[in-house]
């Protein structure tokens, strides 16, 4: 289990390394990061925010976390969306592999404590 949380939190990490890594390719030559977030998805690539609404809204049966969630989300300027997933991202990467470091170290101590 603790190289799940390992692989989670990395693949969190990385994903918020990947987002500021695309913020600042904005700010030097892309859409503004001042346009809403939906908007500058589209930019990028349209036919995934579109597969992405179908996901939430049919799939998973949840259009009410679309409308009432994840449209403001869209609405807000890129700058804020992007820093949103970019602390979140860091968080949850930080915490699952804290997570993770504290069971291993316990498994190790407690083994320790067999062998003596």
């Known amino acids: 289990m603790a190289r799940i949380f390992q692989v989670l939190g990395w693949a969190f990490v990385l994903l918020g ?40 809204q049919r799939t998973l049966g949840m259009p009410d976390l679309w409308d009432d969630y994840l449209v ?10 992007m820093s949103a997933i970019v602390a979140v991202s860091f968080i ?14 316990a498994g190790i101590i407690h083994q320790s404590s067999h062998m003596s």
Do not use: E, N
């Open 72 to 81: 403001p989300i869209l609405r807000a300027p890129a700058w804020q969306s």
């Open 17 to 56: 390394i990947l987002t500021v890594g695309m913020m600042g390719i904005m700010v030097v030559d892309g859409p503004s990061l001042t346009d809403p977030a939906g908007s500058v998805w589209i930019k990028f690539h349209g036919y995934s925010l579109g597969q992405f609404q179908v996901l939430v």
């Open 92 to 105: 949850l990467g930080v915490l699952l592999l804290f997570g993770a470091r504290s069971r291993r170290r």
